[in-house]
């Protein structure tokens, strides 16, 4: 067995022999061939004989410090030691940093959805999901939720009904909108100044000749009980108030110095002392006579908590408004989405914009005397006109035409079978007008095609009912369309805001759009480029506030919070 083992080890070779004996033992093996070995010899001849010599070229350039750190330099040693400080010091303010940062980086990174604006442009965080016609994106509808309603734990500061400075009463005047408005801003007032108040009178409106009191429209019951905790409301004057005529006539019951978007500091410098000595004071006129940025956030929560929740509609306004929604969902004979178009092109509406729109010499020539009969002062001698249309179509202040809203909803992409409903009064110019609208898009509808005859009569002998419906049909729709400003489009699109569910509404941007128009050599292909770009955020996407807001159209930051 040893003269075994000895043999083997001497055929393979001792482990302790030399390279050089290994290698002549190779070569008198008579089973390695020449051509091999010189082959071997030249790969050897190619490879660095010192490969470790680079790696200790690279360690030896790093700074002491990182040396040190890495054993391979004494850390006793003078200049290791001081490097080993510096580096020591620096790593720990990087790590502070760290640190600070961390709170900053999350909420980034976990932060509700919202635009910001600069300028007139208004900038969104972008989203992982494809466009839609009929939604928005489902990360910017769910980031926020409403939470104006008061907490289950926040307790009552209403006091008994002796104990309040006094009452005041105001007249909500103008159309259904605009007394809304009114009503929500004279709930902020009472509670600022700590006054009972009177149920707001609607007031007759000039135009419609409508005398529609505030029990014909909204439930009085629900106004009140659902505030009995945030202000005392009370359906008429006192008894004990016996002259009750002053309250709409004299000079000594009424506050009438109230400047437009007035401050709560205001209300309770010049109308509390009066509603203290008088008991019972007129608010005239009330239209816009409370601002926003300039009250408390809790009094522009309770204007939300009002708007969205103590204002309910009558139950049958609301049934019927339901029935008109559920048949625009099923023109088809299946489930379908639907617009709703506020198409804002009455004469009344083209004659006060002072815009310039297309048309023959004599439709030219009625609206001219038209305006000069119904605002003089501003006609003059009607020279001045031309230039001030031109300028307000270039600002955006001018009313879509009916042509104007298909040519930017086709360009959307919004096809042809598209189920619109139309809200709006009689469009000036008429079927004439409507034409290219009704062209490009056949399936439009109003409340009074989908509805019988008998429905609508039943609604006809208050005209607010029938903007009532207007509003709840247009707020259940999947896309809202405004073509421009006003109370009813910013009340639709800022209620869409607060209720979420990815609800689209589209504000198009008539500045941008007027250019657009306005260039001959635009071709169609450049032209849904520029609709595009220019309305990718103007969907009603959540915005951030900014000085002076108006709070019905955007009540995300003191009525809305983080979902």
């Not at 051509?35 to 010192?50: E, G, I, M, N, Q």
């Not at 009552?156 to 009463?169: A, H, L, M, R």
């Not at 003089?376 to 202040?397: D, T």
């Not at 480029?529 to 959540?542: F, S």
Request: positive net charge; proline residues 7%.
């Amino acid at each position: 067995m040893a003269e075994l083992r000895h043999s083997g080890e001497r055929g393979r070779g001792a482990p302790g022999s030399s390279p050089l004996k290994r290698e002549d033992a190779a070569a008198a093996t008579p089973f390695v061939s020449s051509s091999v070995a010189t082959s071997d010899r030249d790969l050897d001849r190619d490879k660095d004989p010192h490969p470790h010599r680079a790696t200790s070229a690279f360690l030896l350039s790093l700074p002491p410090p990182l040396r040190s750190l890495l054993s391979l330099e004494d850390p006793r040693s003078p200049s290791a030691s001081f490097s080993y400080r510096i580096l020591i010091a620096f790593l720990s303010f990087t790590f502070f940093l760290l640190l600070l940062s961390i709170p900053s980086i999350w909420k980034h990174l976990n932060g509700p959805y919202i635009c910001k604006k600069e300028g007139i442009t208004l900038h969104c965080p972008p989203t992982k999901e494809p466009p839609s016609l009929w939604e928005n994106p489902y990360a910017a509808a769910t980031s926020w939720k409403p939470c104006a309603e008061r907490l289950p734990n926040e307790i009552s500061d209403v006091p008994s009904e002796n104990d309040t400075s006094g009452y005041i009463f105001i007249h909500a005047e103008g159309g259904l909108n605009q007394q809304r408005i009114a009503i929500c801003n004279a709930v902020a007032v009472a509670k600022i100044i700590n006054a009972t108040l009177i149920l707001p009178v609607l007031k007759q409106d000039q135009i419609w000749k409508d005398q529609t009191k505030f029990e014909d429209i909204f439930d009085v019951d629900h106004f009140i009980n659902y505030l009995k905790d945030d202000v005392r409301i009370v359906r008429d004057i006192p008894d004990w108030f016996t002259e009750k005529t002053e309250l709409f006539t004299s000079i000594k019951r009424t506050v009438k110095n109230i400047p437009k978007y007035a401050s709560a500091q205001f209300y309770i410098d010049n109308v509390l002392p009066r509603v203290k000595e008088k008991k019972i004071m007129s608010l005239k006129p009330f239209v816009d006579r409370l601002g926003y940025d300039n009250v408390p956030t809790e009094i522009n929560r309770l204007r939300c908590r009002v708007n969205y929740h103590a204002l309910k509609f009558l139950p049958d306004i609301d049934e019927m408004a339901d029935k008109l929604a559920a048949r625009m969902r099923n023109r088809t004979g299946g489930l379908n989405p639907y617009m709703a178009l506020h198409l804002r092109f009455e004469k009344g509406m083209v004659g006060l914009s002072f815009c310039d729109f297309v048309g023959t010499r004599e439709e030219k020539a009625m609206m001219a005397t038209y305006r000069q009969k119904e605002w003089p002062r501003r006609y003059k001698n009607g020279s001045h006109l031309w230039q001030l249309a031109l300028q307000k179509r270039k600002e955006g202040r001018c009313p879509l035409e009916p042509g104007e809203v298909a040519v930017i909803l086709r360009a959307m992409g919004y096809p042809r079978e598209t189920q619109i409903y139309v809200a709006s009064g009689q469009v000036y110019g008429g079927k004439n007008r409507m034409a290219p609208l009704r062209n490009m898009f056949p399936n439009l509808v109003t409340k009074e095609e989908l509805a019988s005859k008998e429905e609508i009569d039943h609604f006809r002998k208050h005209v607010t009912s029938l903007a009532a419906l207007d509003f709840l049909v247009c707020l259940k729709s999947d896309v809202f369309v405004m073509t421009h400003g006003g109370n009813f489009a910013k009340l639709i699109i800022g209620a869409r805001r607060y209720m979420g569910h990815r609800l689209k509404s589209i504000k198009p941007d008539k500045g941008v759009m007027s250019k657009t128009f306005g260039d001959p050599y635009m071709g169609w292909a450049s032209f849904v480029e520029d609709v595009a770009i220019t309305h990718q955020t103007r969907t009603g996407l959540p915005e951030e506030t900014f000085p002076n807001y108006d709070l019905w159209e955007n009540p995300l930051t003191p009525c809305m919070c983080r979902a």
